[in-house]
């Protein structure tokens, strides 16, 4: 928000982040101002009137009636340019790497001054469309910067910036009558437009087998990871962050515990890119709005996140945005809406809740640019319900917008079983359309391999209740195969150590191959007790290769798993 206010109205009453004032004719709905001498930024939510009530976004303390309150004339903006990657922020955008100037009210509306490296890719009086790419930045990380047409601009280039390095004040073309700066601000409650949306095509690879094999996400999909406290949410999130097959990672921590944000940061600017080789901060846009900020800000952040995300979407980049946890974000909305005097809901929930869930969820999507490039916003959402409880609003309702769903279990989690995803309360949307794009790829006997995982994870757990009533032993030999298999399933391919350097990420290759080595065994197991061998017997086996295959094996080494297939079926054959 780089626009300088104009003196028009007064406070007349302070109650918390909610702020009365008089005087400002002509003001907007979602028009941002500044109260105060601080100029602490706020944004109107009702006009009755003379009165108009605004929100804060930063502690009003020391505010009193009869303070000055400027217009800026434009609704919430985030400013948009080759300084996001890289960097650390707050919910409204404004960089957080020169702390502690960001603590004081009003303070760090403007990150620091920086020059970039630009490139002209077109020629004076050359014709442009809105999203066609003026010229290239140089940033880190990899990711190739475009300065773009802004939307609802066009025409001929009349003027170009030659090759040099440029501030972000800068002008660096103009269209038609229009200036190009490098930096540019956009509304974070309007989605950015673009051509066309384009159907669920390819599966957004994360690296975690029980995601990539049993709950797949498309890119340009929306998934939600609902879980109570210490079932690995964030631990999750992180190995996506870091695997997944996306441009640009854009990780709001939406009203976590400072601590905690603090960990994320350190560790993202510790880890290596596998793509690169350098740092993975360098392509990742971190928005760190933690429980001790303030409750309007942290509103404010998930729509900070995915237009930064939007605005790579229009380069043609693939962008993934990880909201760590929307609950908390449900949370400022209550606490807002109480404030307002709000008709609450379920829980005291404001009734808009689920138009508030929808209207987010909906930004994610595969898109051709207005220039005319694929690119992809996917949002991943995680959800805290209190006490675990997956029946609670946000849960349910975000559960109806979202494509995945990948549930924490915690017992799953109390077992050290990671990720501690619970494969008989998650589902996938996206699995259908996906299967018919692994069969394009290669891989016809991708939706069968799934769908024997599933039949089998769901049969053994069935078969588990009754066991511990009347135990394995009085069971039959075909039942105690499948307690076996779901056990080899288990712990030899949904079990994934983030700390194993073979077993952090897999492949698609490696887990279709852990997958029909499992299966082979326990059809080779039925096959023997078929044949008359007890299932004593065969529970006795040694099947310890088969479980440290996933960490043995490394990441794209499919042979090594054909051979201790051949091997393990071979010593199998010989029970007697």
Known sequence: MGTVSTPAGRVTRVDGPLVHATALDGVAMSEVVELGRARLPAEVVAIDGERVTVQAYEYTGGLTPGDPVGRRHEPLSARLGPHLLGGVFDGLLRPLADAPTWLEPGAGTAPPARQWHFVPDVQEGDAVRPGHALGHVDVTGGVDHAVLVPPGSGGTVTWLAGVGRYGEADVVARVGDGPVPLVSDWPVRRPRPYGERLPESAPLVTGQRVLDLLFPLARGSAAAVPGGFGTGKTVLLQQVAKWCDADVIVYVGCGERGNEMAEVVRELSELEDPRTGGRLADRTVVIANTSNMPMMAREASIYTGVTVAEYYRDMGHDSVVIAD????????????????????????????????????????????????QRGSVTIIGAVSPPGGD?????????????????????????????????????????????????????????????????????????????????????MPGHERVVLLGGRLLREGVLQQSALSAHDAFCSAGKTAALVDLVLAVIRCCEERVTRGVAAATVERFDFSPVLRAREEAPPDDVAALGRLRNDVLARLEALA
């Open 325 to 372: 946890s929307t609950s908390r974000w449900a949370e400022a909305l209550r606490e807002f809406a109480s404030r307002s005097g709000s008709l609450p809901a379920e829980e005291g929930y404001p009734a808009y809740l689920a138009s508030a869930l929808a209207a987010f969820y909906e930004r994610a999507g595969a898109v051709t640019t207005l220039g005319g």
């Open 390 to 474: 997956l029946t609670e609003p946000v849960t349910a309702q975000t559960e109806r917008f979202v494509r995945s769903v990948w549930s924490l279990d915690r017992g799953l989690a109390y077992a050290r079983h990671y990720p501690a995803v619970s494969w008989a309360g998650s589902f996938s949307r996206d699995a259908g359309p996906l299967a018919a794009w692994h069969v394009r790829e290669g891989d016809p006997a991708w939706a069968g391999r799934r769908a024997d995982v599933i039949a089998l994870l769901a049969e053994a757990d069935r078969l588990a209740s009754i066991a511990e009533l009347v135990g394995v032993e009085t």
